[in-house]
């Protein structure tokens, strides 16, 4: 079975101070995907990144940066130079087999609410 | 661009009572599934189909029922809706091969069962 740990409930930070959120996975499969959904307070969910099994690159977009580790089965979100409208519930996801007919098969996190106050 | 579309936004019911959740999306998507939110436990997933006259079990399926008669319409039925179904329920949908894996959600329906 599948399973995905974000141990922090939530962080707050103040304006400009960089915010790092833990994902750690388990998986017996050795194809998958790692996701990260944004939802802001309006409730949306908004598609940040995905990440295959096979690419352990670092991945780094304007102030997001992803940090993907195999041998420690973590995939952990670092927002840099936080912002107020950064504040919102991040989840962590995990899908297995062939992406074709699992993308939709998340199994998510619980989630990490993020404050990020002026 | 509609997007994924759920109907009704909020909802009030009952225990006992059966309604349905709508969800469509003018994507093309082949694949389209329904998750619940629950506090501290994440999203999980209810019931998912990989096209028209196609659907599956999810991790929570008890209690509800789908079926998808066109490419478009994925609804969601409660037919005795329990305290245990509040929840915020989210439709999503993707290509079923797609570079980014990316799920397309509906901005949520919240049912509250009383």
């Known amino acids: 079975a599948q399973k995905v740990t974000q141990a922090q409930t939530e962080i707050s930070v103040v304006e400009k101070e960089d915010v790092t959120l833990d994902c750690v996975y388990e998986t017996r499969d050795t194809t998958y995907y790692l996701f990260w959904y944004k939802q802001p307070p309006s409730g949306e969910l908004v598609f940040l990144i995905r990440r295959n099994s096979f690419d352990e690159q670092n991945e780094i977009s304007g102030r997001y940066s992803w940090n993907f580790q195999k041998s420690t089965s973590s995939f952990n979100f670092t927002i840099t130079a936080s912002q107020v409208v950064d504040s919102a519930v991040y989840f962590c996801a995990l899908s297995v087999r062939h992406p074709t007919d699992s993308w939709g098969k998340l199994q998510f996190g619980a989630g990490t609410q993020v404050v990020v106050t002026p | 661009n509609a997007g994924v579309t759920q109907t009704p936004k909020f909802q009030v019911l009952k225990t006992g009572q059966s309604m349905t959740l709508q969800c469509a999306q003018d994507m093309n998507h082949e694949y389209m599934s329904w998750y619940r939110q629950d506090p501290g436990m994440g999203l999980r997933l209810i019931h998912y189909s990989v096209g028209a006259g196609i659907t599956d079990q999810g991790e929570v399926p008890n209690g509800y029922n789908v079926s998808r008669s066109t490419t478009e319409d994925f609804p969601l039925r409660l037919l005795s809706a329990a305290p245990s179904q509040t929840s915020v329920y989210f439709c999503?949908?993707?290509?079923?091969?797609?570079?980014?894996?990316?799920?397309?959600f509906g901005e949520g329906s919240r049912l509250t069962v009383l």
């Open positions: 999503a949908s993707s290509y079923r091969r797609q570079n980014t894996g990316e799920l397309f």
